[in-house]
Nanobody, 121 residues
Framework: QVHLVESGGGLVQPGGSLRLSCSAS????????MAWYRQAPGQSRDFVAS???????KYADSVKGRFTISRENARNTWFLQMRTLKPEDTAVYYC???????????????WGQGTQVTVSS
């Protein structure tokens, strides 16, 4: 079993910043892919950013230049630094990972429970 736990959400004014963290624990050999998604009320869960073992980083167009994804491999932890936040960034943010578990051949996908980010004055 692999568990992902997010932290760092909250209420922030437009133009402000927040930093989300996601820590993975459990039967982990490698995390080749780490990502963030978000889901606003009544909407689908959308891709925000991802980072891979080879250093490849991708962002949704809506967050390019404002959000930065990073990772600390030694701690199986990754982050989403969010700057210049807008009301339309309000959503529940979920971390996501592709996991290679110890003793397993296949890869699996894990999700965190989500953390609320609200951008409002």
């Amino acid at each position: 079993q692999v568990h992902l736990v997010e932290s760092g959400g909250g209420l922030v004014q437009p133009g402000g910043s927040l930093r989300l963290s996601c820590s993975a624990s459990g039967n982990i050999f490698k995390l080749p892919y780490m990502a963030w998604y978000r889901q606003a009320p009544g909407q689908s869960r959308d891709f925000v950013a991802s980072i891979e073992n080879d250093g490849t980083i991708k962002y949704a167009d809506s967050v390019k230049g404002r959000f930065t994804i990073s990772r600390e491999n030694a701690r199986n932890t990754w982050f989403l630094q969010m700057r210049t936040l807008k009301p339309e960034d309000t959503a529940v943010y979920y971390c996501n990972a592709i996991v290679h578990q110890l003793g397993q051949i296949n890869f699996s996908q894990s999700w965190g429970q989500g953390t609320q980010v609200t951008v409002s004055s």
